[in-house]
């Protein structure tokens, strides 16, 4: 069963923005079925590694409309998504170094905290970028 199941309540309404969030859960949810069946360390470390390198993608991404629509909140979320990156860096650097194992914990960590910050925070930098636009 899946963990990080997409549903339309998470759209923010940018297809640029829903669509990378979109990809987000599918990786997270690869990452959580990689775990669940077992896979090796391996396998886990890669899915990993490519749902950090998309999260940092997305985050730059974000980041930019941010600053080209000037968001007010703008230092507040990306400290949001430093925080994040800097939690999940130092996973991967104690997972990889065999001090730290995939659990259902960290996944539904990255559940709360996806549903959480699209639901929430992210919905906020879009109706701002939608005002702007208008």
Known sequence: ????????????????????????????????????AGKA???????????IGYTRVHFASEERLMQKHAYPDYAVHKA??????AKVLDFQKDFNAGRSVMTIDLM??????LANHIGQTDKKVAAHIKQKAA
């Open 1 to 36: 069963m899946s963990l990080f199941k997409w549903n339309d309540g998470f759209l923010v309404g940018n297809p640029e923005i829903d669509a990378q969030h979109k990809r987000l859960f599918q990786l997270a949810d690869q990452l959580h079925d990689a775990m669940t």
């Open 41 to 51: 360390k391996e396998t886990l470390s890669q899915t990993l590694a490519s749902l």
């Open 80 to 85: 949001e998504h430093d925080k994040l990156t």
């Open 108 to 113: 539904q960590f990255l559940k709360n905290w």
